[in-house]
């Protein structure tokens, strides 16, 4: 059984920083499409930042040179450095991965596409608030 466990949100003044962690069980981190998601109050979930199986990594404009995805494979976790932050941050973050290899699709199309990721945590409060 596939699960996915965020943790590492809180409340942070603007231009602070957060580390967000997801733990994996079940497959490896490295071995699938996953990605960090994330929903704002009356908004869609949209695609933060994801990594492909092959590692390519795609980022969302605004956060752009302010977040930093990785994968620790010793650990088995997604992680997502949030630097610089700003009040339009403040969402849910949730970590997604898809379980399905075919079609392979890239990691910009996936990441726009929340849908297509078969696996959710069940999410972390981002607070960006002074």
């Known amino acids: 059984q596939v699960q996915l466990v965020e943790s590492g949100g809180g409340l942070v003044q603007p231009g602070g920083s957060l580390s967000l962690s997801c733990a994996v069980s079940g497959i490896t981190v490295d071995d699938y499409d996953i990605g960090w998601f994330r929903q704002a109050p009356g908004m869609q979930r949209e695609g933060v930042s994801c990594?492909?199986?092959?590692?390519?990594?795609y980022y969302k404009d605004s956060v752009q040179a302010r977040f930093i995805v990785s994968r620790d494979n010793v650990k088995n976790t997604l992680n997502l450095q949030l630097d610089s932050l700003k009040p339009e941050d403040t969402a849910v973050y949730y970590c997604a991965a898809r379980l399905t290899k075919t079609p392979a699709l890239s990691v910009w199309t996936l990441c726009r596409s929340p849908y297509e990721y078969d696996v959710w945590g069940q999410g972390t409060q981002v607070t960006v608030s002074s």
């Open positions: 990594i492909n199986r092959d590692g390519s990594t």
